[in-house]
Structure formats: structure tokens, C-alpha cells
């Protein structure tokens, strides 16, 4: 794994630095990071002077420690150990080799970049099992919080609807929301068609793509209309 992320951690700091750079014009005050595994998004968007507090939530228990360990004396970050959805629950978290895969979503295990991130992890199976995780939702995290001139960013890994529909009441007042759209049919029951028809009739369009530099999956901004 630790070759991985020596081929992928360069490249991802290039394309979150890209991104920052954009949405430093834009009007955003607070950042909401769902799947923030180990800062690597958050790490660049702080850099966004304007911005006054970052939430960050990671439900790995070993990823969320050294999260903790690099912004726990930020104080305009915090952080959370729980897993967004939309409902309040217990959920098996499916934990893969390569962490930043794990997810709570049901795998196509037919889907060819799932074989390819196995054949990297030298693997039959990236998977190396599960453990239960509480859910939570963005409505009740911030039921008492305003979101005026936020943006919500979620990388979930196919697990991106749930949260969203656990937003739906904060939806009215977030900004910008951005979606990790992998190509390919990852997971089951997860289709950024029908995610962009749904964040269609709560009045956000799309209005930018960041293309990951290995070209196997783009960062997709919506804007509210």
C-alpha cells in the first residue's frame, strides 16, 4: 500500500491544490469534508484564507487517528470519528486494503477498476473485512448551525446519495456541494445521473469539473441556483 500512495499522493496534492486555487474565488466561508480520510483535501482548502471553519468527518478509526493527530490544534477545524447517511443508525463499514476505498456502499464486484485496485493491492480481494459504524446525518450535525456560503464536499465512494438525502433540510442554505464522480460502475446502486437529476430539482447545476490527473474520475461542483 505504501507504494500506492507514493504514485497517488503527489498527484493528488497537485489536483486539491488546483481546486483550492478556483475556489479561492469563490464565496465560501465554511467547508464541510465528508470522507476526509487523512486531510488531503482539507489540508489544501485551509490555505483558503476566507474560509472560517472546516468540519471534517472520517469513520476509519486508524485513518481518523491520524487525521486527529494533524488538525486537532486547528481551531477552525473539527473533526468527527462517524460515518454520514441518511439516517441516524449502525452500518458495516467495508474496510479496503487501500484505505481511502473503504466504504459503506455495496461493491459491483464485476466492475473492472475494482479488479484493477485488487491487482494493486496484489490481491484477490482489496477487502480485509468490516466493522459496524454509527451514522449520523448533515441535518442533525448542523441542525443548529447555519450554512450560509458553505460548501459541502463528499467523497463516500458510492455511498454519495445517502448523504445527500441526509442533507436535504441544510440544502436551502449550502453554497456549493462537489461529488466525486468515478468512472465506471464502482458500485451497485449508485449512478451520478441520477444524483445530478436529484441536486437538479433542489436548484444546484453543475459549473466546474477537475479531472483527476489519471483520468479515472473527476471532482464535480454544483452551485445553487
Known amino acids: 500500500m505504501a507504494l500506492i500512495e507514493k504514485i497517488f499522493n503527489p498527484l493528488s496534492s497537485f489536483h486539491h491544490k488546483r481546486i483550492s486555487r478556483y475556489l479561492c474565488e469563490l464565496d465560501i466561508e465554511k467547508i464541510i469534508?465528508?470522507?476526509?480520510?487523512?486531510?488531503?483535501?482539507?489540508?489544501?482548502?485551509?490555505?483558503?484564507?476566507?474560509?472560517?471553519?472546516?468540519?471534517?468527518?472520517e469513520p476509519q478509526k486508524d485513518i481518523f487517528k491520524e487525521l486527529n493527530e494533524k488538525f486537532n490544534k486547528n481551531e477552525k477545524v473539527s473533526l468527527f470519528n462517524c460515518a454520514m447517511d441518511k439516517e441516524i443508525s449502525y452500518k458495516k463499514l467495508k474496510i479496503n486494503k487501500i484505505s481511502m476505498k473503504s466504504s459503506?456502499?455495496?461493491?459491483n464486484e464485476n466492475?473492472?477498476?475494482?479488479?484493477?485496485?485488487?491487482?494493486l493491492?496484489?490481491?484477490?480481494?482489496?477487502?480485509?473485512?468490516?466493522?459496524e459504524v454509527k451514522t449520523t446525518t448533515v441535518d442533525k450535525i448542523?441542525?443548529?448551525?447555519?450554512?450560509?456560503?458553505?460548501?459541502?464536499?463528499?467523497d463516500v465512494e458510492g455511498f454519495e446519495m445517502n448523504v445527500i438525502k441526509g442533507s436535504q433540510m441544510k440544502l436551502g442554505e449550502i453554497s456549493f456541494i462537489m461529488l466525486e464522480n468515478q468512472f465506471g460502475n464502482h458500485f451497485k446502486n449508485n449512478s451520478f445521473k441520477d444524483i445530478t437529476k436529484f441536486l437538479s430539482e433542489q436548484n444546484f447545476m453543475i459549473?466546474?469539473?477537475?479531472?483527476?490527473?489519471?483520468?479515472?474520475?473527476q471532482d464535480v461542483l454544483f452551485k445553487k441556483i
Open 111 to 119: 466492475s473492472l477498476y475494482l479488479k484493477f485496485i485488487n491487482f
Open 121 to 131: 493491492a496484489q490481491s484477490k480481494s482489496s477487502f480485509e473485512g468490516e466493522y
Open 104 to 107: 459503506l456502499a455495496e461493491v
Open 33 to 57: 469534508d465528508i470522507g476526509a480520510h487523512k486531510g488531503e483535501f482539507l489540508e489544501n482548502m485551509l490555505k483558503i484564507e476566507k474560509v472560517n471553519s472546516f468540519y471534517a468527518f
Open 207 to 217: 459549473c466546474k469539473k477537475f479531472l483527476f490527473p489519471t483520468l479515472h474520475y
Open 142 to 154: 448542523f441542525e443548529d448551525i447555519n450554512l450560509q456560503k458553505a460548501l459541502l464536499k463528499i
